[in-house]
């Protein structure tokens, strides 16, 4: 079985400040880890995804995360946050199964306040 | 070209009524997804569809919901008898061939639905 949790329901930075949205999971196969950005009124869409290949994965507008399958973490970051970053951030998990559909599971999301 | 386009994109009923909702997948998409999303809340999956095989309904809340897609084309959302706690937003995903969960999703606009 697959979880995801979203450790903070809230962060809220300064702009010109490092963002740290934090991502951990639980899986019990190979799993693929995706960020996605849902900005008010708007539809999700990808930032960035995780498939077994490099364990630094980067993304649109500068983000990156990194798998941490020893802390079964997927943290998404970013150096310096723009006004343009305030938005809801899912982490999502999904896994192979050995048999059955492949149906991803979505953190509870973060919500991402940026102050000027 | 077009993305995921979902109708109406607001809908208001009366407790009680049947509702129905529309997706347009992006075309050459065998996967596609439904999701309820709640004020404040996360995605929750409610079926996946993919390719010609058996759908997926094991998010499906009640008997009161069911879905249908014909082919790789449109699919409807159907909620019988609605109840106030079925307002949301109703989401759809498609996504390409089912590559062990891989895919990115694209995401449509969502149905905002307002059960009084």
């Known amino acids: 079985a697959q979880s995801v949790t979203q450790l903070d329901s809230h962060v809220s930075v300064s702009e010109g400040t490092p963002v740290l949205l934090r991502c951990n999971y639980s899986s019990s196969y190979s799993p693929s880890l995706f960020w996605y950005v849902q900005h008010p009124n708007k539809g999700l869409q990808l930032l960035l995804k995780y498939t077994s290949a490099a364990t630094l994965v980067k993304g649109i507008n500068g983000f990156e995360a990194e798998f941490k399958k020893s802390e079964t973490s997927f943290h998404l970051t970013k150096p310096s946050a723009h006004m343009s970053d305030a938005a809801e951030y899912f982490c999502?998990?999904?896994?192979?199964?050995?048999?059955?559909?492949?149906?991803?599971?979505f953190g509870r999301g973060t919500s991402l306040i940026v102050h000027p | 070209g077009a993305g995921v386009s979902q109708s109406p994109s607001n809908k208001v009923t009366e407790k009680g009524k049947d509702v129905e909702l529309r997706c347009d997948p992006i075309?050459?998409?065998?996967?596609l997804y439904w999701y309820r999303q709640r004020l404040g809340q996360g995605l929750e999956f409610l079926i996946y569809?993919?390719?010609?095989?058996?759908?997926?309904k094991s998010g499906l809340p009640s008997d009161r919901f069911s879905a249908e897609r014909t082919g790789e084309s449109v699919s409807t959302l159907t909620i019988q008898r609605t109840q106030q706690e079925d307002s949301a937003v109703y989401l759809c995903?498609?996504?390409?061939?089912?590559?062990?969960?891989?895919?990115?999703?694209?995401f449509g606009p969502g149905t905002r639905l307002l059960v009084l």
């Open positions: 999502v998990v999904s896994e192979i199964p050995s048999g059955g559909s492949y149906i991803p599971t």
């Open positions: 075309s050459g998409h065998t996967a």
């Open positions: 569809f993919q390719g010609n095989s058996a759908p997926d």
């Open positions: 995903a498609s996504s390409s061939l089912a590559g062990e969960g891989r895919e990115t999703q694209y």
